[in-house]
């Protein structure tokens, strides 16, 4: 009798998981890949299958309405028609051909842009070679990938947004997991049957439906914080442009100098090329109106280590400031297309005429935008 017992308690437990279990399954299976998310990249981002060789899922194409990460399904948020594109690698590219490429995060990736919008694709148009996004990632997993060594670029450019630029790692050895992640992955992606596979158990850990609702949760509680000064969202508000000791900028600068040493050892030319915070180019919005000088500094630095480096926060703050061009959304943190244009623009002349930190005139940027 108490065998029986057990059994039917465990049946009903059974019972009583069983749709928590079930539907993680369905949602991966059955509903549409973007039914309970906001944007492309946490439809498409790896969550825990670090199998794959790149950090969106491989051989995608996605066209979506999207909303900014700061202020997602409420009134404040800007939508937005966005493509995608992942390559064989689960990188945001149409194909994996690289002349020069592009180390960086989000905003090098493209979040709320769409295909044709990205760096390298605009960048591509400018320059008529082939630019890969490598991103988001880092020059350590560059050196550690095979492909590269067995075809390097020409040029690799590596871009930060200013508040990860402390955090960007020296280089370093990569371990084990990321030289069997580069096998797996590449056999995943040549087999449409693994792909759908990894995909799919991917999809089942990420519990979509589950997310969303505490979201919505903390929204309705209103325990979700906004950081909004002059009806514009920012993402750390007055901590973004906090000072920097004179050693923190030395030590940011001894990393960024050992990428130099490191990619030229390979015959590779090296570019550093910052993106300002938000909170950088509208300063004047927040409540100190302090304007941070440690891209300035940092750039300094870099010049009189010879580092190459292209200096964006003049010219975007000449634009915005001046001329009142838009270079962030409104419910965004990431550069905006107009921001996308004009930093291609910088690389392409950079690059053509080998001439480092030269300021563009902001007429002639105007200019072209309007073209």
Known sequence: MQNHGVRKLLLKLTLLLLPFLVWP?????????????????ETLSVNSMRIMSGPFYPNMYMKMEEEGELAPRTAFAEKRVVEWYTDAYGYRNRDSK??????????????KLSQEETLAEVLERRLEKEVYSFAPATVNRFLGSQRFEQDPPEVVIVS?????????????????????????????????VLTWLAV?????????????????????????EYISYQNEFFIEGEIANRDFSQEEIHQIADVLAGYKQALEARGIRFIFMPIPNKENIYHKLLPSQKKPDFLPRLMA??????????????????????????????????????????????????LQTGTPGTKPDARHLVGQLEQ
């Open 301 to 350: 630095e870099l010049k009189q280590r010879e580092v190459d480096v292209i200096d964006t926060q003049s010219t975007f703050e000449n634009l915005y400031h001046e001329k009142n061009i838009a270079l962030y959304p409104v419910d965004d943190a990431h550069w905006n297309n107009t921001a996308v244009e004009v930093a291609a623009g910088m690389v392409a002349r950079h």
């Open 25 to 41: 399954i369905l949602e991966a299976a059955v509903l549409p890949i973007n039914f309970f998310t906001f944007r492309v990249w």
């Open 200 to 224: 799919t158990a991917d999809r089942i850990s990420k519990l979509a439906l589950y997310r969303r609702t505490l979201a919505q949760i903390d929204r309705t509680l209103g325990k979700k």
């Open 160 to 192: 930060s947004i200013e508040r990860r630029i402390p955090e960007l790692p020296a280089v370093g050895a990569n371990g084990i997991a990321s030289k069997v992640r580069d096998i797996t992955g590449t056999t995943i992606s040549a087999s449409p």
């Open 98 to 111: 690289c002349d020069v490429l592009l180390i960086g995060d989000s905003n090098i990736t493209g979040a």
